[in-house]
């Protein structure tokens, strides 16, 4: 999956670094909304495991996890998850953060377009999620951008780090046949 300017790729044990590298730059913007995958690339070795574990879901089916990286630099500026597949009803969500320095150039909205395309047409979802806090614009953009609509707010769905549980708004995108 390529654009001019980047390209995706799923991750590989040759990333470790250049994840870590990613993490550690951006970790006040993910810390509340990403603390699991922050936590486990905290160091290079983490990063090395994370990305078998990755790998290992993948061969599995259970989670695919891409990186955007800058098509001169090979430098990695965003992640994307797509996680919690439910194979016999064909849903899945995506999860996903970008370097400071990249958001809101339209990079995640065209990613995110690619990924969807990928998980219909090769993997055969029919309906794709992203829940996002209604604070967060940036991600809000990205799903609406992607072509992603409201569908209802989620009480209680989800608990950052050290702070009381929060109301989610669900965004979804249905396979056109």
């Known amino acids: 999956m390529i654009n001019n300017s980047f390209y995706i790729s799923k991750i590989e044990q040759t990333d470790a670094s250049l994840l870590h590298k990613f993490m550690m730059a951006n970790v006040k913007r993910f810390v509340t909304y990403l603390p699991y995958t ?29 990186t ?33 320095s990249k958001e809101n150039k339209g990079f995640m909205s065209s990613a995110i377009a690619q990924c969807s395309d990928y998980a219909f047409k090769t993997l055969q979802l029919k309906t794709l999620h ?38 989610m708004e669900l965004y979804e995108l249905q396979h056109e046949r």
Do not use: M
């Open 68 to 100: 955007l990286k800058d098509s001169s630099s090979n430098i990695i500026f965003g992640l994307i998850i797509l996680k919690d597949i439910d194979w016999k009803n064909s849903t899945g969500e995506f999860a996903y953060c970008i370097d400071g």
């Open 130 to 167: 992203i829940i996002s806090h209604k604070t967060n614009i940036s991600s809000i953009k990205v799903a609406i951008n992607a072509g992603f609509i409201w569908t209802k707010t989620l009480k209680n769905e989800y608990a950052p780090p050290n702070a009381p549980t929060q109301d």
């Open 38 to 66: 922050l936590a486990k690339n905290l160091k290079v070795e983490a990063s090395k495991a994370y990305i078998i574990a990755q790998e290992q879901k993948r061969e599995h089916k259970h989670e695919y996890t891409f």
